[in-house]
């Protein structure tokens, strides 16, 4: 099972929570793997069979707990640095910090099917994951703006045509 959490981490290491079939053919080629290789994953890991082996299916399939592997996925993304495409604008949050939130907000991105959704889907999994009162603006275009925020815990940043605001306030 080790050898597979392992292949998973060397896949998706923008800890994107997904593997794609461009993905596992990429691996494939990269590590000269048989042309199997990717029907075999495929066949064995993407139960709705939609082309995509999303981290859940994969921890169903090997018995393993999903949340322990999310966190090991994203804490492995985290050390690899900053996703492809993220332009940092301003910054105060720790590098880790940074790169754990461009991740989660790419994701949010990725799983939601309108841009209106995905602030909030991103200050839900944000509060879960990192305790309460995230903010998130997402914006498309020039902007201005000031605001108050718990010291290190500021990050703006542009990804495509996109501009993230998040911060955390202080607890009151």
Same mark, same amino acid.
């Given at each position: ?16 929570? $997904? @593997?794609?079939?461009?993905? &596992? ?6 590590? *000269?793997?048989?042309?199997?290789? =990717?029907?075999? /994953? ?55 910090? $940074? @790169?754990?939130?461009?991740? &989660? ?6 799983? *939601?099917?309108?841009?209106?959704? =995905?602030?909030? /889907? ?51």
């Amino acid at each position: 099972m080790e050898a597979f959490k392992e292949a998973w981490f060397a896949i998706d290491t923008q800890g994107k929570l $997904q @593997i794609s079939a461009e993905d &596992l053919q990429a691996y494939m080629q990269k590590n *000269n793997y048989d042309e199997s290789f =990717v029907n075999k /994953w495929l066949n064995l890991f993407d139960e709705d069979k939609s082309g995509t082996i999303e981290l859940e299916e994969f921890c169903d399939v090997l018995g393993l707990n999903y949340k322990e592997t999310m966190s090991e996925v994203r804490e492995k993304a985290a050390s690899g640095g900053m996703p492809d495409g993220v332009v940092v604008v301003y910054a105060e949050m720790e590098i880790s910090w $940074q @790169i754990k939130i461009a991740q &989660l907000c790419l994701e949010g991105l990725r799983v *939601n099917k309108k841009t209106k959704d =995905v602030p909030i /889907w991103v200050k839900k999994k944000a509060d879960e994951m990192y305790g309460r009162l995230w903010h998130l603006v997402l914006l498309n275009g020039q902007f201005w703006c000031d605001f108050g925020y718990a010291p290190g815990h500021a990050f703006i940043f542009k990804f495509e045509k996109h501009i993230f605001l998040v911060w955390k306030t202080p607890l009151p």
